[in-house]
């Protein structure tokens, strides 16, 4: 390598990583060597990716028809980096020296390409732990045989690109068949593990579910000597936004309006760190922002019809907040009725949405008594509530106005119950307890007194 200090061009695919896309640019950024640029090549994303990724020094390109070596030919294509590195948006680099530690593998001018480490996520499932771990090793390997190169982590050399580029047709391994040909011209491809990124899910999988636990357990136990794996905590710097819906009267127990007691409660999270009014009333809007709330999205008194629902609210509040440049990376809608939450509530269920890898965290309380439904004209028990607790599964029954943690994509496309959904137990009886009326927000006012 003659130049000391080369333009990297560092080639970013993405379809639907609004989850991820946050915490992958964060971590190029923050990287000691700095000259790079960023070419996001995007397959019609149709959550918040572009929107995120729109707040860095990013160049978009727009991927119509997705494969996997157009994709990267297309934005090598619109770059002008000596070096190129091909990153799935999903792929995090581990520490600050991920880039530098890429380029420093190109020691003579017989490497044609480098690939690094890919590492599980402490909530990657077992199948794709054993893949990661067992592929991707601890010892770095010169290859000047075996074809094996990995795109989601990998640096390459932009004048060979320029003799072989990638097999545009092909559905997948665009990688390999790439390396199979510089292998043929005499050219080594070498594994650096010390180039390493966090990454989700594997290359493969078996459908050996016990046998790949077992295998895993004892591969764990070979990176640490605890037996657990690095995990990324995603908590850091994330942009948390609560959507509060509001219309009609204001509502008030004992005087003070259930709005301030939901801002006052979001105002001590640790997590949650912007709240945002939706509202059709002028009077609700003009108590938002007397108490502090800059971002009041006040809606079209249509979206306030007792047949639209919720979802339909919140997308239109989405849609606004993102004309308005804000684009948070986890959104947590929760209604005013109801005060009595648990205090740390929320911010657990935001904890586990990201600790274990949802999509999204539903509140949910468990029913033990006898319950039905009606099929038609006849009932169709679904709980006994004479058997004893201990000898049955109970049901569970959403409680989605307390606050669902998820992501804004989730929410545009309408499909948050679907999924790697996490039902998430409340237990204190006083969270999951609802104001609506007049009656019940009077004996809020007496219970709330007596708990102070």
């Not at 990287?31 to 572009?50: C, G, P, R």
């Not at 010390?194 to 764990?220: D, F, L, P, T």
Request: aromatic share 8%; proline share 4%.
């Amino acid at each position: 390598m003659k130049n000391k200090n080369p333009l990297i061009s560092i080639i970013l695919r993405s379809y639907n990583e609004e989850k991820w896309i946050g915490a992958c640019l964060d971590a190029i950024m923050a990287q000691n060597y700095k000259n790079f640029e960023i070419i996001l090549v995007d397959n019609n994303s149709t959550d918040l990716t572009v929107s995120k990724a729109r707040q860095y020094p990013v160049k978009v390109v727009n991927l119509k028809e997705f494969k996997p070596g157009y994709s990267l030919n297309l934005g090598i294509r619109e770059s002008k980096g000596e070096y190129l590195v091909c990153i799935s948006a999903h792929c995090i680099p581990t520490n600050e020296h991920w880039l530098g530690n890429l380029l420093k593998a190109f020691d003579t001018d017989k490497v044609a390409a480098v690939y690094g480490r890919q590492e599980p996520m402490s909530f990657t499932t077992d199948f794709d732990k054993r893949d990661l771990l067992t592929i991707f090793g601890l010892d770095k390997k010169v290859q000047w045989k075996d074809s094996f190169f990995h795109n989601a982590n990998s640096m390459l050399r932009r004048d060979l690109w320029e003799k072989i580029p990638f097999d545009e047709e092909i559905l997948n391994i665009e990688d390999r068949l790439w390396a199979r040909e510089i292998l043929k011209l005499g050219y080594c491809i070498v594994y650096e593990p010390e180039a390493s990124v966090y990454h989700w899910h594997g290359v493969h999988q078996n459908q050996n579910a016990e046998r790949c636990k077992n295998v895993v357990r004892i591969i764990e136990g070979l990176y640490r000597e605890d037996g657990q794996l690095n995990t990324l905590d995603m908590k850091e710097n994330l942009k948390v936004t609560a959507l509060i819906p509001v219309k009609g009267e204001i509502l008030k127990v004992d005087g003070v309006p259930l709005l301030k007691h939901t801002i006052d409660y979001l105002k001590k999270s640790k997590r949650v760190n912007s709240i945002v009014v939706t509202t059709d009333s002028k009077e609700y809007a003009e108590l938002a922002r007397s108490l502090g709330i800059e971002t009041v999205i006040e809606r079209d008194a249509s979206l306030s019809k007792e047949f639209v629902d919720l979802m339909t609210v919140y997308q239109d509040a989405i849609i606004k907040m993102e004309k308005l440049k804000i684009v948070p990376d986890i959104i947590v809608p929760m209604e005013i009725t109801f005060p009595l939450r648990e205090a740390s509530l929320i911010d657990d269920m935001i904890k586990t949405l990201v600790d274990e890898g949802h999509d999204s965290v539903i509140p949910v309380k468990a029913e033990f008594g006898s319950a039905w439904k009606k099929e038609d004209k006849h009932f169709e028990m679904l709980l006994d509530g004479f058997v004893p607790r201990k000898f049955k599964d109970p049901l569970w029954i959403g409680i989605k106005g307390l606050g669902i943690a998820t992501y804004p994509g989730k929410i545009l496309k309408g499909n948050i119950m679907s999924g790697n959904v996490k039902l998430f137990e409340v237990h204190n009886p006083l969270s999951s307890i609802e104001l609506r009326n007049k009656d019940e927000l009077a004996l809020a006012a007496q219970l709330m007194k007596a708990l102070n």
